[in-house]
């Protein structure tokens, strides 16, 4: 339980990290960058893959079902 606990902060606190990368490169937009010339800027960034890298530890953790090891009841 406190395994899942700490893999869903961490994936909570790599999505955030993310998603908040991604809005700051918005402002590239704004000086004058096509959507195709940003979309190439910011698959080349490696913390742009820290979102669907913590959505997916997220909803792993979340979603993935507990192991019972004693069932004997």
């Known amino acids: 339980m406190m395994f ?3 893999l869903f902060l961490i994936g ?3 999505a955030v990290l993310g998603g908040i990368s991604l809005i700051g ?3 590239l937009m704004t000086m004058g960058m096509s ?3 940003y979309i190439g800027f910011v698959i080349k960034r490696p913390e742009s893959y820290f979102l669907p ?4 530890l997220v909803t792993f953790t979340l979603f ?3 192991r ?3 069932d004997s009841d």
């Open 64 to 66: 993935c079902p507990d």
């Open 4 to 6: 899942r606990g700490a």
């Open 35 to 37: 959507l195709f010339e």
């Open 68 to 70: 019972k090891t004693n």
């Open 25 to 27: 490169y918005l402002n």
């Open 12 to 14: 909570f606190g790599l």
């Open 53 to 56: 890298l913590g959505i997916f």
